[in-house]
Protein backbone atom coordinates (compact mmCIF):
# COMPACT_ATOMS: atom_id res chain seq x y z
CA UNK A 1 0.00 0.00 0.00
CA UNK A 2 1.17 3.16 -0.96
CA UNK A 3 1.98 5.90 2.00
CA UNK A 4 2.01 9.65 1.83
CA UNK A 5 3.31 12.00 4.64
CA UNK A 6 2.28 15.44 3.92
CA UNK A 7 4.42 18.11 5.75
CA UNK A 8 5.53 21.97 5.81
CA UNK A 9 1.70 23.58 7.32
CA UNK A 10 1.64 26.27 9.71
CA UNK A 11 0.02 29.75 10.91
CA UNK A 12 1.04 32.82 9.04
CA UNK A 13 -0.45 35.79 7.97
CA UNK A 14 -2.28 37.08 4.98
CA UNK A 15 0.01 37.65 2.08
CA UNK A 16 2.38 34.97 3.61
CA UNK A 17 3.89 31.76 1.58
CA UNK A 18 4.55 28.64 2.46
CA UNK A 19 5.76 25.66 0.92
CA UNK A 20 4.05 21.92 1.39
CA UNK A 21 5.58 18.59 0.79
CA UNK A 22 4.83 14.96 0.24
CA UNK A 23 6.48 11.64 0.34
CA UNK A 24 5.40 8.70 -1.46
CA UNK A 25 6.33 5.51 -0.46
CA UNK A 26 6.70 4.21 -4.06
CA UNK A 27 8.17 6.10 -7.25
CA UNK A 28 5.44 8.34 -8.06
CA UNK A 29 6.60 8.49 -11.20
CA UNK A 30 4.21 4.95 -11.87
CA UNK A 31 0.96 6.95 -11.18
CA UNK A 32 -0.76 8.86 -13.98
CA UNK A 33 -1.29 11.49 -11.34
CA UNK A 34 -0.67 13.28 -8.06
CA UNK A 35 -2.38 15.93 -6.12
CA UNK A 36 -3.13 18.40 -3.76
CA UNK A 37 -6.69 18.87 -2.08
CA UNK A 38 -7.53 20.61 1.13
CA UNK A 39 -10.99 20.53 3.57
CA UNK A 40 -11.70 23.68 4.94
CA UNK A 41 -13.80 23.03 8.07
CA UNK A 42 -17.35 22.56 7.76
CA UNK A 43 -16.53 22.02 3.74
CA UNK A 44 -16.24 18.61 1.73
CA UNK A 45 -12.24 18.33 0.09
CA UNK A 46 -11.80 19.96 -2.87
CA UNK A 47 -8.89 19.57 -5.32
CA UNK A 48 -6.14 22.40 -5.36
CA UNK A 49 -3.53 20.97 -7.43
CA UNK A 50 -2.60 18.70 -10.02
CA UNK A 51 0.31 17.44 -11.93
CA UNK A 52 0.53 14.67 -14.28
CA UNK A 53 3.25 11.79 -15.06
CA UNK A 54 3.64 13.96 -17.86
CA UNK A 55 4.43 17.19 -15.98
CA UNK A 56 1.37 19.12 -16.91
CA UNK A 57 -0.22 21.04 -14.51
CA UNK A 58 -3.71 22.23 -13.67
CA UNK A 59 -5.38 24.39 -10.43
CA UNK A 60 -8.14 25.06 -9.14
CA UNK A 61 -9.12 28.44 -9.97
CA UNK A 62 -8.81 30.35 -6.74
CA UNK A 63 -5.52 29.26 -6.37
CA UNK A 64 -4.01 30.10 -9.93
CA UNK A 65 -1.32 32.54 -10.15
CA UNK A 66 -0.83 31.88 -6.28
CA UNK A 67 0.46 28.32 -5.63
CA UNK A 68 2.54 26.12 -7.87
CA UNK A 69 3.01 22.29 -7.75
CA UNK A 70 6.18 20.58 -8.45
CA UNK A 71 7.78 17.68 -8.41
CA UNK A 72 10.92 15.36 -7.50
CA UNK A 73 10.82 11.87 -8.70
CA UNK A 74 14.36 10.78 -7.59
CA UNK A 75 12.92 12.02 -3.97
CA UNK A 76 9.11 10.73 -4.69
CA UNK A 77 7.98 14.19 -3.57
CA UNK A 78 5.36 16.84 -4.66
CA UNK A 79 5.76 19.78 -3.52
CA UNK A 80 2.67 22.72 -3.11
CA UNK A 81 4.35 26.31 -2.89
CA UNK A 82 1.81 28.60 -1.86
CA UNK A 83 2.07 32.38 -2.13
CA UNK A 84 -0.24 35.17 -1.26
CA UNK A 85 -2.19 33.19 1.38
CA UNK A 86 -5.59 34.50 2.10
CA UNK A 87 -8.02 33.14 5.01
CA UNK A 88 -9.70 31.86 2.40
CA UNK A 89 -6.70 29.24 1.93
CA UNK A 90 -7.22 28.19 5.78
CA UNK A 91 -7.62 24.11 5.77
CA UNK A 92 -6.06 20.37 6.28
CA UNK A 93 -3.62 19.75 3.08
CA UNK A 94 -3.29 16.35 1.44
CA UNK A 95 -1.88 15.04 -1.41
CA UNK A 96 -3.16 12.24 -3.04
CA UNK A 97 -2.19 9.94 -6.11
CA UNK A 98 -3.96 8.69 -9.11
CA UNK A 99 -2.66 5.21 -10.52
CA UNK A 100 -4.92 5.46 -13.24
CA UNK A 101 -8.47 6.87 -13.86
CA UNK A 102 -9.46 7.35 -10.17
CA UNK A 103 -7.53 9.23 -7.05
CA UNK A 104 -7.20 6.62 -4.29
CA UNK A 105 -9.22 6.64 -1.47
CA UNK A 106 -6.20 6.16 1.15
CA UNK A 107 -5.67 9.29 2.40
CA UNK A 108 -2.43 10.58 4.63
CA UNK A 109 -2.91 12.57 8.05
CA UNK A 110 -3.32 16.00 6.00
CA UNK A 111 -0.59 19.26 7.32
CA UNK A 112 -2.49 21.72 8.66
CA UNK A 113 -2.83 25.38 7.44
CA UNK A 114 -3.52 28.54 9.14
CA UNK A 115 -4.05 32.17 7.43
CA UNK A 116 -4.83 34.95 9.63
CA UNK A 117 -5.86 38.33 8.76
Known amino acids: QVRLMESGGGLVQTGESLRLSCTAS????????MGWFRQAPGKQREIVAV???????SYVDVVKGRFTISRDTAKNTVDLQMDNLAPGDTAIYYC???????????WGQGTRVTVST
Open 51 to 57: ITRGGFT
Open 26 to 33: TPIDTFAA
Open 96 to 106: NYRPVADWSDS
